[in-house]
Nanobody
Framework: QVQLVESGGGLVQAGGSLTLSCAAS????????LGWFRQAPGKEREFVAA??????YYADSVKGRFTISRDNAKTTVYLQMNSLKPEDTAAYYC??????????????????WGKGTLVTVSS
């Protein structure tokens, strides 16, 4: 079992920045990939970013604006979000998985989810 707890969501104006954090606990050694998905109202959950032990991966919609990173203990993952747009408004979910390819392909490849944190970007 892996437990994921997100924090850092909130309300921000367009063009602003926000950093999300996700603390992982439990059998984290079995799950090399930590990442983020988001789900806007009325839309499907979509991949945002993920990181294996060292390499980051991003959705095209956030490349150049978002940065994913992990701490040295590999149990906390961060999502630095810059130049935020109203279309970034969504619930952001932390995710854990064994393989990067399955995570990038969509939510079906995720083994564990956090409960989510809401990000609202006002125009």
């Amino acid at each position: 079992q892996v437990q994921l707890v997100e924090s850092g969501g909130g309300l921000v104006q367009a063009g602003g920045s926000l950093t999300l954090s996700c603390a992982a606990s439990g059998r984290t050694f079995s799950y090399n990939v930590l990442g983020w998905f988001r789900q806007a109202p009325g839309k499907e959950r979509e991949f945002v970013a993920a990181i294996s032990r060292s390499d980051p991966y991003y959705a095209d919609s956030v490349k150049g604006r978002f940065t994913i990173s992990r701490d040295n203990a590999k149990t906390t993952v961060y999502l630095q979000m810059n130049s935020l747009k109203p279309e970034d408004t969504a619930a952001y979910y932390c995710a854990a998985a064994k393989g990067i390819s399955t995570v990038v392909s969509g939510p079906g490849g995720v083994d564990y989810w956090g409960k989510g944190t809401l990000v609202t970007v006002s125009s």
